[in-house]
């Protein structure tokens, strides 16, 4: 048996088994969202990452602000004016649009709002002439997306049913919106070829990278796994958290927020 074998039987999980098709459903995103409302400790780790955008946008000029790749989030419970989308058709979502394409005038958003989505978008340079499009000055994107430290590297590669290649490039495969992915493309574009998006887009300013949660969203299980710890204890692995992240300056790390502001 191996390592990764003895691992799952140990802690009894349960990998992502669905298929391509599953995976591309709107009703599995529907399903994803329920486990999450259904288990406190991740949830409260999705709370985190939305007020996290929340403290970013009381500090933003006027305009419209996007979430894009809502899927089945609740981001309204914390920012209410925020416009949520999808390229899934799904429920108790404002509009469905894709990245590639924004349906908004030039500079009239203040914020483009992601969380695990820019991974999934097959052409994120033409993304992101659509963000310096459409963002006021000073507008900002505003992004959490996986991390590749050396920690989160081999979580993602050895426990996560999506691929992750820090050698890829910036395109995607163009099959499923769910299914087409690179967890390590926000690594890519932002850091590994950080000289190449200057270089690409001079209007846009890679202003803040933090890494983050070494392990609470493995302790919570996800959506695919049970909680390897009580809910009770997320104040107490917060705390780890943030100590572990901060003695070890990232490289233990499963996410990372980046924020572009556009000057």
Not at 95 to 122: N, R
Not at 190 to 212: G, M, Q, S, W, Y
Request: hydrophobic share 40%.
């Amino acid at each position: 048996m191996s390592l990764k074998q003895k691992l799952r039987a140990f802690f009894n999980l349960k990998e992502f088994q669905e298929n391509k098709h599953d995976i591309d459903a709107p009703e599995t995103t529907v399903l994803h969202g329920e486990i999450i409302r259904s288990k406190p400790f991740l949830k409260n780790i999705y709370y985190e990452w939305y007020r996290t955008f929340e403290k970013e946008l009381s500090s933003l000029p006027k305009g419209k602000q996007l979430e894009l790749g809502s899927g089945a989030g609740f981001i309204k419970e914390i920012c209410p004016d925020v416009i949520t989308s999808d390229v899934l058709d799904l429920p108790d979502i404002d509009m469905k649009i894709y990245g590639e394409d924004l349906p908004f005038e030039d500079k009239s958003l203040s914020a483009i709002l992601m969380i695990d989505t820019l991974h999934h978008i097959p052409d994120p340079e033409l993304f992101l002439h659509e963000a310096d499009r459409c963002l006021v000055s000073g507008g900002k994107i505003i992004m959490n997306e996986p991390a590749n430290s050396p920690w989160g590297r081999f979580i993602y590669q050895h426990f996560h049913h999506e691929p992750f290649n820090p050698a890829g490039d910036w395109f995607l495969p163009k099959v499923g919106p769910m299914s087409g992915a690179n967890g390590a493309l926000p690594h890519i574009i932002f850091i590994r070829d950080a000289e190449l998006f200057k270089t690409k887009f001079p209007n846009l300013v890679i202003e803040d990278i933090r890494f983050h949660t070494p392990l609470r969203y493995l302790l919570s299980g996800g959506v695919s796994m049970r909680n390897l710890v009580p809910d009770w204890s997320f104040g107490f692995f917060t705390i780890l958290d943030r100590i572990i992240s901060a003695v070890t300056f990232g490289k233990v790390s499963m996410f990372q927020t980046i924020i572009i502001r556009k000057l």
